[in-house]
């Protein structure tokens, strides 16, 4: 996630002398150097310039209380804003990992900022001023749509829908190419047929004036091919089966939460996974 961030702020402009990158790893170091010649690349926080105006945290949820408390007083004078990705991990926590009064902001992405096509959710703590929420904001557009919520805990109907929403997508595409299989097309050919039909679908919801009920109406014509099919969506209860796989991972991404902040936690939830 953080290489897709990075590949995504230089395609959009920002200079690669403005980006500093830390990965305590030597071999991952390596291996952003030959990704990110231009970019200055730091083995720790304390060779990073404490100047940053931000600091993005895109490392997993086990290590981010660690993080935090490593980064802590090299910041503590210019108290950067913080872009959290961490899943479940909440903007008090982070706060006071950090040692409070830090900007936070906390965010949750998905899968396809690897093609600067992501969906963001983002969420501003009390201390963050509206130019840090603009910087925010510019870096996760940098790979794909965001949109800002006035609640943190509508995070975790986030994560529900679009951050492990890829994932329905992924099994419906499944299901209707080897459908089409099952009907005489190759692999190949219903692969094409199904994925460009999604993002068919997908752009004209985004881009047409019709909600996707009247789409759905406007496609079906009276005893016809797409009546019999869907037909047998509403009988087996389909959308019924969607509402509560949903309401499941977001009850899942709460409980997450939770445990990542409760006091005997050791913070290993993992809400994308
Ligand atoms: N993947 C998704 O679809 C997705 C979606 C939404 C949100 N997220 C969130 O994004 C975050 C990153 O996920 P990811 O899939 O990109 O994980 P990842 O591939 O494991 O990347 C995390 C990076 O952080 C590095 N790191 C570990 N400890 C560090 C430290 N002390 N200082 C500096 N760098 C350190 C890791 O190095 P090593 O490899 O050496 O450990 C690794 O390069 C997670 O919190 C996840 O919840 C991911």
Not at 106 to 126: D, I, K, Q, S, Y
Not at 167 to 182: H, K, M, N, T, V
Request: with cysteine; hydrophobic share 45%.
């Amino acid at each position: 996630m953080g290489q897709a961030l990075i590949g995504g702020l230089l395609d959009s402009g920002w200079p690669p002398d403005q980006i500093t990158v830390i990965d305590t790893d030597p071999s991952t170091g390596s291996l952003l150097e030959k990704n990110f010649p231009q970019c200055r690349i730091c083995a720790q926080a304390g060779s990073a310039p404490a100047s940053a105006q931000a600091v993005v945290l895109a490392v997993k949820p086990q290590v981010i209380r660690l993080v935090c408390e490593q980064i802590s007083a090299h910041y503590q004078s210019t108290r950067p804003l913080i872009v959290s990705i961490a899943a479940g991990t909440m903007v008090r926590d982070i706060g006071a990992w950090l040692g409070e009064e830090f900007p936070v902001v906390r965010c949750m992405p998905n899968l396809p900022v690897l093609v600067r096509c992501g969906t963001t959710g983002l969420f501003a703590g009390p201390d963050v001023s509206e130019t840090q929420r603009v910087l925010a904001e510019s870096i996760l557009a940098s790979v794909g749509f965001t949109l800002w919520l006035e609640e943190e805990t509508l995070l975790d109907a986030v994560t529900a829908v679009s951050g492990s929403g890829p994932a329905y997508f992924f099994f419906l595409i499944e299901a209707i190419l080897e459908a089409g299989q099952s009907l005489g097309l190759s692999a190949d050919q219903a692969r094409q047929l199904t994925v460009h039909t999604a993002l068919g679908a997908a752009r004209l919801v985004e881009q047409g004036d019709q909600d996707p009920h009247a789409l759905r109406r406007a496609v079906t014509s009276k005893g016809g091919t797409t009546e019999a099919a869907l037909e047998i969506l509403e009988q087996e209860g389909v959308k019924k089966i969607f509402a509560a796989a949903i309401r499941s991972a977001a009850q899942k991404a709460e409980l997450l939460s939770r445990s990542a902040t409760s006091p005997t936690n050791n913070n290993s939830s993992d809400a994308n996974k």
